[in-house]
């Protein structure tokens, strides 16, 4: 297995499983590498050139970043680092890390935007709304209560192409179709509301202050994804067209192999279509 040759790296915890969903969205093939605490000296030994190099940190100690001060010097241009962080990471740290990388994401709601970074790090334009191509779109509703927000999203959808039906609450809304939904988070039944739209319609979930707890919540109540509000009008037009175009996708396709694992010694290789895991 050539670890040099792959162009995305991955380096976390991978026993946390909110971790391995993020790792799982990346849409290239990726070296897996598990380090839930502070890197190791040889962490980077292999690191092929060029390369994108994707981080999630609970933590940002001094330690990690003068490793990847060092790592960045040594590849002035031709190294790209997007980190993911957690809920916890002081705002000093975050500043002192901030020059050290070319993204930053919050780990709540990484696995709906990272795709779309590390395809353009890859050199494949803005990812998926690179060529999006002329196929109509169908209507998309926005439901939120608050005008100023509603009509800010509706315009970034029209500008994107899709007709916008807007509306203040559900009440409003015709069945079916995708919807996205400011979630109003502090009212207690908004995992029941959108439960019950789930069921007849896509839904993007749009959460203030969002973190794995609400954003788990949402999921669990069938949001087809999830994003932080503010969002990057970028990341929700790459969300509205990957729901499309899977709506369009024929279900009758066949379930590839699961993953097998090989164990060398005291190392464990989980080996999938594109992906390397080194424990």
Aim: include cysteine; proline fraction near 7%; glycine fraction near 8%.
């Amino acid at each position: 297995m050539n670890a040099s040759g792959r162009s995305v790296w991955f380096v976390g915890d991978l026993d946390d499983p909110w971790v391995v969903g993020i790792v799982d969205a990346l849409p290239r093939a990726v070296l897996r590498i598990a380090c839930a605490g502070e890197w190791s000296d040889g962490i980077f030994h292999d690191l092929p050139d060029p390369v994108t190099l994707v981080i999630h940190r609970a933590l940002l100690t001094r330690h990690d970043a003068e490793r990847l001060a060092r790592l960045r010097k040594e590849r002035s241009t031709s190294l790209r680092v997007i980190l993911c962080v957690g809920p916890h990471i002081r705002y000093a740290d975050l500043v002192r890390w901030s020059p050290l990388v070319d993204v930053i994401l919050p780990e709540a709601t990484a696995r709906e935007t990272i795709a779309r970074h590390v395809a353009c790090s890859v050199g494949v334009g803005e990812g998926r709304g690179e060529g999006r191509g002329t196929t109509p779109r169908p209507a998309i509703d926005v439901v939120s209560s608050n005008y100023e927000l509603r009509e800010a999203l509706a315009d970034v959808c029209i500008s994107a192409g899709y007709p916008v039906r807007k509306a203040v609450d559900w009440a409003e809304v015709e069945p079916g179709g995708l919807a996205i939904w400011d979630v109003p988070v502090l009212e207690p039944d908004w995992g029941r509301a959108l439960a019950r739209r789930a069921q007849i319609g896509m839904v993007v979930a749009l959460i203030g202050l969002a973190d794995r707890v609400l954003v788990g919540q949402a999921r669990a109540q069938g949001a087809s994804a999830c994003l932080e509000l503010p969002c990057d009008p970028v990341d929700l037009i790459d969300v509205l067209d990957r729901l499309c175009a899977s709506s369009r996708l024929d279900r009758t396709h066949g379930v590839p192999p699961p993953p097998w694992v090989l164990r060398r010694g005291s190392h464990k290789v989980v080996v999938e279509p594109g992906n390397e895991t080194y424990n």
